[in-house]
Nanobody, 124 residues
Framework: QVQLVESGGGLVQAGGSLRLSCAASGGTVSNYAMGWFRQVPGKEREYVSAITWSGGTTNYADSVKGRFTISRDNNKNTVYLQMNNLKPEDTAVYYC?????????????????WGQGTQVTVSS
């Protein structure tokens, strides 16, 4: 059973940066796609970004393209999300996930394992 633990969230002013990390344990994730989603109260979980098993291909939601960068270190079983030029609308709980496939998918229902989430709050 894969377990995921996110870290790096916090409070930041608009225009600032944060780096989220997600460490996997209980199994290797190097053969699987990993991704980040976010959710605000009363809304559905929203796709943010994902990366293929090798790290060779990345994908981003239009709302974060050009500001966020996803990466992974398979030796450390860890995926990262570098978030720059943060905006108040980026405020959400950010979740890390693993999809039991080489390739990512934008639908949260296609993902198998989830972390507990880390809060990101961007003040204006």
């Amino acid at each position: 059973q894969v377990q995921l633990v996110e870290s790096g969230g916090g409070l930041v002013q608009a225009g600032g940066s944060l780096r989220l990390s997600c460490a996997a344990s209980g199994g290797t994730v190097s053969n699987y796609a990993m991704g980040w989603f976010r959710q605000v109260p009363g809304k559905e979980r929203e796709y943010v970004s994902a990366i293929t098993w090798s790290g060779g291909t990345t994908n981003y939601a239009d709302s974060v393209k050009g500001r966020f960068t996803i990466s992974r270190d398979n030796n450390k079983n860890t995926v990262y999300l570098q978030m720059n030029n943060l905006k108040p609308e980026d405020t959400a709980v950010y979740y890390c996930s693993v999809r039991l496939s080489l390739w990512p998918h934008m639908n949260p229902a296609e993902w198998s394992y989830w972390g507990q989430g880390t809060q990101v709050t961007v003040s204006s």
